[in-house]
């Protein structure tokens, strides 16, 4: 399969910095383009649509501190970055639509090994419901 648009699901965490380099490498090898997306579920569903902060620089849902971390995210990737899609609620109900609306053909995501990831696994839910292949990223 010929991967064209890898899309990375972060967290704000230092992990995040695993899956970024995982994306430039794949993204390197096969010419392929990089898009982030960041989803803020401890508010709830207050933004229905997610934003593209690349081409938005108002109105935004989160505060200042969370998209310098995600301006830190793509400068850290040493790839251009095409869209860093942000938005809060329930990932899994937004990437479908993200994904086709953007070809999006990987989605590249981490899987914690602690306790409470054992019992909520978000990995498992997008899993269950991505359009598109999934690379599982053991994290730490």
Not at 61 to 67: G, Y
Request: proline letters at 4%; aromatic letters at 8%; glycine letters at 4%.
């Amino acid at each position: 399969m010929e991967y064209r648009h890898i899309l990375v699901a972060l967290e704000l965490s230092e992990d995040t910095k695993i899956l970024i380099d995982r994306a430039t490498f794949f993204a390197n090898k096969l010419e392929a383009s990089i898009s982030f997306v960041y989803i803020d579920g401890t508010h709830g569903e207050i933004y229905p649509e997610l934003v593209d902060i690349q081409g938005n620089s108002s109105d935004l849902p989160f505060n200042e501190d969370t998209l310098a971390k995600l301006k830190e995210f793509e400068t850290y990737a040493k790839h251009p970055i095409n869209h860093i899609f942000v938005g809060t609620g329930d990932l899994n109900n937004k990437l479908k639509n993200t994904i086709e609306a953007n070809k999006v053909d990987l989605l590249l995501c981490g899987h914690h090994h602690d306790f409470w990831h054992k019992i909520i696994s978000h990995s498992k839910q997008i899993i269950d419901t991505s359009p598109v292949d999934i690379l599982v990223v053991p994290m730490e």
